[in-house]
């Protein structure tokens, strides 16, 4: 695919740092309205839990390869680009190398102020729900002009598109569709999952690893955790069983040798 996969470096406008004071009294970083139906609100959970139960990031420049690297996954979240502009609520938000503020009640680190955290998101990930988000429109314009890498576009009733899963690349300032949904600066990918999450079965959206390993959530891998220590107590008690059937066998051998007149010892 032709084109140069952009990374924007964010730099504040002059409009965005001045006045900062006023601005934080006056912006709305939380409306309390609630606006996400069930299967959104799990599925958005469910996305970022198993980043930070599963992912490790691919190490970054600043990073030695046995270093974690940071980063925020955060659901339901505003990102504030410019100040003159109401902020977008991505159903999923990701950013790399950046970590919540010690303060994060205070106004100015609530929501996600690209001028606060200095940097752009690498990936958000949209729900569609109905026909009038402008997941495929307005929101698909903003990202890729505010410089977002990946935009991930999750429809699972096909209110816009027949494909239920796309996911975009920036490249020369323009989103494409890629023909597989990895996000190879992320070392992730995306896979449709039939099963089970806090207790209701359905299809799901969920974080693969560049491999095709599937995260898992930290039940998921308790559990995992839980069977293999079985398994484990399991192969030692059965190693248990049969030394103790191998020295009862001896014994009873020994015990035949001795009623015969036979020196166990000695045969």
Known sequence: MSGTVTETPYQPSPEILASFDEYYQQVVTEDDEPVDNLFSEKQQRLLAQTLYASWTPPPGKKQSPDERRL????????????????????????????????????????????????????????????????????????????GVLYYVVYD????????????????????????????????????????????????????????????????????EEAVARQEAEDRAANAEDRAASAEDRAARLAEKLRELGLDPEQV
Request: charged fraction near 25%; hydrophobic fraction near 40%; include cysteine.
């Open 156 to 223: 699972s009733q096909r209110y816009l598109s027949d494909d239920v899963l796309r996911v975009f690349v920036l490249r020369d300032g323009e989103y494409q569709l890629l023909e597989q949904p990895l996000l190879a600066r992320l070392g992730l990918r995306l896979t449709l999952w039939d099963g089970i999450f806090e207790d209701h079965y359905d299809t799901w959206l969920r974080w693969c690893d560049a491999q095709g390993n599937l995260l898992q959530t930290g039940e998921e891998r308790a559990a």
């Open 71 to 146: 980063f925020l996954a955060t659901a339901n979240v505003g990102l504030f680009f410019a100040k003159s502009q109401p902020p977008l609520v991505p159903d999923l938000l990701i950013s790399l190398d950046v970590k919540p503020h010690p303060d994060w009640r205070a106004k100015e680190h609530r929501s996600y102020f690209i001028w606060e955290f200095g940097k752009i998101p690498e990936a958000v990930v949209e729900i569609v729900s109905n026909r009038v988000g402008g997941e495929d429109s307005r929101k698909l314009e903003t990202y890729a002009e505010i």
